[in-house]
């Protein structure tokens, strides 16, 4: 089965704390374009993520604002901090990366919060059945195309309000010559199949 791509540039969510540290008490989050997440957005603010060693500034926060701070970045990302964050999914922070975060008014530091996201694919209950994806945690996608091939380990993310995506950081992406938008197929079987 196909299913269309999303590019997931580096990015940072935030607590309404981390939030109010980092832009002020009187600060609110705006909204600077829809993503196809329900209910999630790109916003109009950013930061800068550094540590002893590098810095990235203009760090898109995406919204709403969540129950824990947590900064995505690429692998090509870490290098430039000179850190070494876990692979893991969106939430999994314990004993991920320490990382600075500058905002206008404050800072905030995390003893842990930076990972490289799992690559995965957002989808719902109806829809693993739909594509008799039931019982499985993880497939493989092929990609066509000049630098095609095959990316194992992708992760099913499921929920009810999923829009259905494949989410993939800019490493992966580049390494495929993939875009937004582009579409890819969802292999059968389970994955030791490969």
């Known amino acids: 089965m196909k299913v269309s791509v999303g590019v997931s540039n580096r990015h940072i969510h935030l607590t309404e704390k981390h939030f109010k540290l980092l832009f002020g008490e009187e600060a609110t989050l705006h909204v600077r374009n829809p993503i196809h997440q329900p209910e999630q957005f790109a916003a109009e603010e950013t930061v800068t993520i550094r540590t002893s060693k590098g810095k990235i500034e203009k760090v898109r926060i995406i919204g709403p604002l969540r129950s824990y701070t947590q900064v995505e970045i690429s692998k090509t990302d870490a290098y ?10 969106s939430g999994d922070i314990d004993g991920s990366e320490a990382i600075i975060i500058e905002g206008p008014v404050g800072t905030v530091t995390l003893e842990s919060g930076c990972i490289i996201a799992n690559r995965h694919i957002h989808i719902t209950p109806k829809q693993m059945k739909l594509y008799e994806l039931e ?9 066509q195309g000049e630098k095609g091939g095959i990316l194992s380990h992708v992760f099913l993310k ?12 800019t490493d992966d992406a580049n390494a495929f010559q993939l875009h937004n938008g582009d579409i890819v197929t969802i292999l059968e079987g389970k994955t030791d199949d490969i």
Not at 158 to 166: A, C, G, I, N
């Open 80 to 89: 430039l901090l000179g850190i070494d964050p876990p692979i893991r999914d």
């Open 158 to 169: 499921v929920s009810d309000d999923s829009y259905f995506e494949l989410h993939l950081d």
């Open 135 to 143: 019982g499985l945690e993880e497939v493989h996608v092929q990609i």
